[in-house]
């Protein structure tokens, strides 16, 4: 159960930090992204405005001072004739091979609704802006190399993908040891739980069994008390019997707490454990005139606790026959359902608020407090808390439906 309960919270923790830090890494990503594209287009800008093409000498002139003379390291510009006559700023900034390829595109750029964009040959990143001479049928095209830029943008989304791994393991890693700091008070605080009401019922036994002991020898010597103080020793036989009912239920669900942690690993046949609660409960049932139906699909197999199984149906079926009326029916069913055991138990009678439903495993809850169907002692409202810590030792889920006045259904579903 603890175990469940710390996971659960380290990977609600994980996820949250976990968000919030990948959120962070992708903010600071992609600030970097953005004011990185925004040098690229305002470089590839500044060296548009800072060179034209002079026909009459047939060579890129400065307009103006030239403040973006380190660009040149970076870029180039390109005149391309209709004749496939070019000038260039500097011919042997690129590659013969990747020259030529980029003066075979300038023509299928110019075509392109945007007069700017960006392209990829052999390897190099570039940025581009083209403006085509209808009248002459030229190009003048201005070429920004980014490929460095690019590197530092590839490596920098190599880094932070490290730092976002090593920092969601350690987000992992922090949120398990908080989860487990935090659960540690309270599996502490349970723990002690299960002791006290242990110790409390063992030592509850002692006094009980005196008190029976020395009931048992006043009943031997009933005729020597007068008949108007007999009903006292009566009374207290049959609150010591309450007592003593209320302690054993007490420690089996101690029992049942403590077993929960205890792994299982063997496979028991849920088909006749569940036929074998059915004909013992028959007697049961016969006796406050109500019919036990059994729908029990063979050989159906779980991993569990032979004892604990039998006595979880063994508790639904008697809280089934307590609240059902006389003439009614109770229902045990085994059977697969999406290959998972299904265990059912279904009675018709009064039924259950909707609002009492989640309150049903509660210790000590009742639905009708004053409830006592025949002869049958009266509930201390533990049955269902021990069934309910059983299913949870098991592994599976129980799921009820009532509906008031008609029935109400018990379905166990245990893992395949």
């Known amino acids: 159960m603890f175990n469940k309960l710390r996971m659960n ?122 403006n085509y001479d209808k009248y002459d049928g030229s190009y003048t095209t201005n070429i920004y190399d980014y490929t460095q830029e690019n590197r530092v943008l590839v490596s920098f989304a190599i880094t932070i993908f490290v730092l976002g791994t090593i920092g969601l393991i350690g987000i992992v890693f922090i949120s398990y040891k908080m989860a487990e700091r935090s659960i540690e008070p309270v599996e502490n605080s349970f723990h002690k739980q299960i002791e006290l009401v242990g110790n409390a019922g063992h030592e509850l036994k002692t006094p009980l069994t005196i008190i029976s002991t020395n009931l048992s020898i006043l009943n031997e010597n009933i005729t020597d008390i007068p008949k108007e103080n007999r009903k006292w020793i009566e009374s207290i036989g049959a609150q010591v019997t309450r007592l003593n009912n209320l302690v054993a239920e007490m420690l089996e669900l101690a029992k049942m707490d403590e077993m929960r942690a205890v792994p299982i690993k063997t496979q028991i046949s849920l088909s006749d454990i569940a036929q074998r609660v059915a004909l013992e409960t028959e007697v049961l049932a016969y006796e406050n005139n109500i019919k036990i139906e059994s729908y029990i699909t063979p050989d159906i197999k779980i991993m569990g606790i032979e004892l604990n199984i039998e006595k979880l149906i063994y508790i639904l079926v008697d809280n089934a026959i307590k609240y059902t009326n006389k003439g009614g029916t109770v229902t045990l069913s085994v059977s697969l359902e999406k290959k998972r055991p299904v265990l059912r138990v279904i009675n018709t009678g009064q039924g259950i608020a909707k609002e009492d439903i989640d309150k049903l495993f509660d210790r000590f809850f009742r639905v009708d407090k004053s409830h006592t169907s025949g002869n049958q002692k009266k509930s201390f409202g533990l049955g269902l808390a021990i069934a309910k810590s059983i299913i949870d030792g098991h592994q599976a889920s129980v799921c009820v439906d009532s509906e008031v006045g008609k029935f109400t259904e018990f379905a166990v579903t245990f893992r395949a």
């Open 9 to 130: 919270m380290a990977v609600r923790n994980s996820v949250m930090l976990g968000t919030a830090f990948i959120i962070i890494l992708m903010f600071i990503y992609l600030a970097n992204l953005f004011k990185t594209n925004d040098t690229i287009s305002k470089n590839l800008a500044n060296i548009a405005q800072s060179r034209s093409y002079n026909p009459a000498y047939g060579t890129f002139s400065i307009v103006g001072e030239d403040p973006y003379r380190e660009l040149n390291k970076h870029s180039i510009s390109v005149f391309l004739q209709r004749d496939g006559k070019y000038i260039v700023t500097n011919s042997e900034f690129y590659d013969k091979e990747t020259f030529s390829e980029l003066l075979r595109a300038i023509p299928d750029l110019a075509k392109k609704e945007e007069p700017t964009g960006r392209i990829k040959i052999n390897g190099n990143y570039m940025a581009y802006s083209v």
